[in-house]
């Protein structure tokens, strides 16, 4: 006698928790991949605050990081289909960001953008006062002064953004080994510039303290 009608359904498989989906970079870009408009919107709302104030700092200008990141998430969104498993999906979309910011610079010739007191600065706890915030803000605005816009995306995104080594190479398009002399030959240059600004070598290695390459 045939037991096929009597047969029951394999069990399906649960979807993550919600902790794990808002944690889970990849599953949310897989949903999204496959057509879920809330599971890019979630990772829409997880790296916009990141995003923009990466892009603040960048350009300089709130207006032109707001017109940026909308444009980054349109680009994402169109190109989706591009992100692969596995791939650190903030490495992704920082790297459409960059290249965003390049072009425009390109079609407009303009330089990288002064400091601006206004800009979101470097977050630290409220515990530490304002003598330390004040004291990271100059040292990313003399960075933003004496050193290249690569040196300055690579010491922002793996010290701010907090980035391995193997997601700042993908993002400036090099090695891991070169990424990590390009940091290596920052820090040296910032050291010297904090040097000859009259600047104690302690404020940079307070600033990074922990935060070996």
């Known amino acids: 006698m045939d037991n096929k009608k009597n047969r029951k359904p394999p069990p399906l498989r649960p979807a993550p928790a919600a902790s794990k989906l808002e944690a889970d970079d990849a599953w949310l870009a897989q949903q999204a991949q496959a057509g879920c408009a809330v599971s890019f919107e979630r990772l829409v709302e997880r790296h916009t605050p990141r995003l923009l104030r ?6 300089g200008h709130p207006h ?6 909308q444009e980054t998430w349109s680009r994402a969104y169109r190109f989706l289909r591009h992100y692969r498993v596995g791939q650190s999906f903030p490495a992704w979309l920082w790297t459409i960001a960059i290249r965003l910011d390049v072009n425009r610079r390109r079609k407009k010739t303009l330089p990288f953008a002064p400091w601006h007191d206004d800009l979101v ?3 630290g706890d409220a515990g530490r006062g304002l003598i330390e915030q004040e004291r990271r803000d100059g040292l990313w605005a003399l960075a933003r002064r004496r050193l290249s816009a690569v040196q ?18 993908h993002i ?18 910032l050291g010297d510039a904090l040097r000859q600004d009259g600047v104690a070598e302690a404020s940079l290695m307070g600033c990074w303290e922990g935060a070996a390459i």
């Open 121 to 123: 600065s470097v977050p």
């Open 152 to 169: 300055h995306d690579a010491l922002w995104l793996f010290y701010v953004e907090e980035m391995s080594l193997k997601e700042v190479a």
């Open 64 to 69: 032109d990081a707001e017109d940026l990141a």
């Open 54 to 59: 990466f892009l603040q700092w960048r350009t």
């Open 172 to 189: 400036l398009n090099v090695s891991v080994v070169s990424a990590k002399v390009i940091l290596y030959r920052a820090r040296r240059r």
